[in-house]
């Protein structure tokens, strides 16, 4: 049993691919969005889990206001001193964003805005954390995320953002076929990043933490609650380039990003490793 993984509620993926918005010609108001990834994890104990795979988004903008759907697929490996210990397939959680944006300052100054959005998730498949290792929380989540931009001048800026989960239980299994109710209840997360652009070119620097809490389980199962308690702190980079074709903007993104759990050696993460790449347009 493993804390389980999930790429549609990364934050750093939500903040970084959701920035096209901010300043997208008005009657532009579509960007759709593909992002490719790989996730590596090494465990204290020696174990391996891989996720590679792919992320779709959509996102509309209405006036101030947006809308946003993220869906995800990955490959998991778990292994352990060259074993395999379990391979297969399956989706991640259905995510809807809604929001809306406030301007502080208009784009021709140092442009600064807040944006507030409530957020919803839908499992897609049953909860298998009893069984074997699962992509996806596969649990109902529900947030509230703040995500603000204060421009130091026309290409640069600080970008803030923080986020709260909760997740509801849920009815599992376990290899017997027992009958349990789980949450892993509580995420919260904070971003902190600088972003810069030249020409064409763009790159963002950043810190993002996350303390996961409240997790439990009925009937009591000793380990399950210390294996979803931790406090993880990831350091990314992101490479943007823009380009035109015809009238329709597109934007490619490359990121790399090394992250650690602080606590619970005993289950978690001594470090983790993630690349991803993504195109969006705008239209």
Known sequence: MLPTVSMVYNLRIAQIT?????????NKKHTPILLLFDQYHKKYSAMIQNYPGFLGAYIYNYGLYYGRIDMAVAGINKSFQKSTLYAGTQTDDILFTFGKNWMLK???????IITLSGLCGL?????????HPQFGIAQMGLGLQLDSSWGFNQTSALL??????YFVPRKARDYSGKHYKLTIDNFADVLIACKNRWAL???????TARCAWGAHIIPYLKDFGPQHTYTRSNFYAVYKYIFSIKETTNRLLFNIAYGFDHQHKKYNNKYILTTWASWSINF
């Open 18 to 26: 959701k920035q096209p918005l901010i300043d997208h010609a008005k």
């Open 106 to 112: 208009p784009a021709h100054q140092n442009p600064s």
């Open 123 to 131: 499992p897609t498949h049953k909860v298998y954390e009893l069984v």
């Open 160 to 165: 803030v953002s923080a986020r709260y989960l």
């Open 201 to 207: 070119h763009g790159m963002e620097l950043g810190y």
